[in-house]
């Protein structure tokens, strides 16, 4: 079992940054790939970033070059370092992780077997 939790969102102007933390818990988290997903009102979830076990990354394609996604193994966290905020990135961002076994479409939601709360993210222009 994983137990995930999101801190670091808040209100901030277009153009600024946010780092998203997720803390987790479980013995088995630093095999685990992880994932931030994103929610806007009246949207679905959708992808954001991606850190494999092996520590290749992915983005989707409206954050790339903007957003970095990291772990620290050490302190169980997964991280999502936000810089040139827009505000068509304002949602509700849940960290996720996924255990095996691994479909390896790991831009969907349905790929992730655990999820934390969420915390919100609000850029104003």
């Known amino acids: 079992q994983v137990q995930l939790v999101e801190s670091g969102g808040g209100l901030v102007q277009a153009g600024g940054s946010l780092r998203l933390s997720c803390a987790a818990s479980g013995r088995t988290y630093s095999s685990y790939p992880m994932g931030w997903f994103r929610q806007a009102p009246g949207k679905e979830r959708e992808f954001v970033a991606t850190?494999?076990?092996?520590?290749?990354?992915y983005y989707a394609d409206s954050v790339k070059g903007r957003f970095t996604i990291s772990r620290d193994n050490a302190k169980s966290a997964v991280y999502l370092q936000m810089n040139n905020l827009k505000p068509e990135d304002t949602a509700v961002y849940y960290c996720?992780?996924?255990?095996?076994?691994?479909?390896?479409?790991?831009?969907?939601?349905?790929?992730?077997?655990?999820w934390g709360q969420g915390t919100q993210v609000t850029v104003s222009s």
């Open positions: 850190i494999r076990s092996g520590g290749s990354t």
């Open positions: 996720a992780a996924d255990r095996p076994p691994y479909s390896g479409l790991y831009y969907l939601a349905a790929s992730y077997d655990y």
